[in-house]
């Protein structure tokens, strides 16, 4: 990985270090999870001045904080899970679900005329 690093900071082309698809496809994962933590900090972070700018009590914070650490907590579940997913098998299924629902979605836009 330091590697890597050095050579995009050298200049120096990637092709030939490119990971295998399933590498790839946990790397960028991992990435837009990690990209994705401030903005969802910063959501929570602006959330809580607008409800505490409106006079929070104390039962309200203690079920701001309650709702913050569990969805902290099925976050941090739900990525751990997809990151081993990802690192075990391809997202083909998902795929061939993505093509099913898309004909559905069009079957009925179809037959409703719109």
């Known amino acids: 990985m330091v590697e890597e690093l050095e050579a995009?900071?050298?200049?120096k082309t990637l092709l030939r270090r490119l990971p295998t698809l399933a590498e790839g496809a946990n790397v960028a994962a991992r990435f837009?999870?990690?990209m994705s933590v401030p903005v969802t900090a910063a959501a929570?972070?602006?959330?809580?001045?607008?409800?505490?700018?409106?006079?929070m009590g104390n039962h309200e914070a203690l079920m701001?904080?309650?709702?913050s650490v569990?969805?902290?907590?099925?976050?941090?579940?739900?990525?751990r899970f997809l990151l081993r997913f990802l690192a075990?098998?391809?997202l083909r299924i998902f795929a061939y679900y993505?093509?099913?629902?898309?004909?559905?979605v069009?079957?009925?836009l179809l037959s409703s005329g719109t």
Not at 44 to 55: D, H, M, Q, R, W
Not at 70 to 79: Q, T
Not at 98 to 104: D, E, G, I, N, W
């Open 8 to 11: 995009f900071l050298e200049g």
């Open 106 to 108: 069009a079957l009925v």
């Open 98 to 104: 993505r093509f099913a629902l898309a004909a559905v």
């Open 32 to 34: 837009s999870f990690l």
């Open 70 to 79: 569990s969805s902290g907590a099925v976050g941090y579940l739900a990525i």
């Open 88 to 90: 075990n098998h391809t």
């Open 44 to 55: 929570a972070g602006l959330s809580l001045a607008e409800v505490a700018g409106e006079g």
């Open 64 to 67: 701001f904080l309650a709702g």
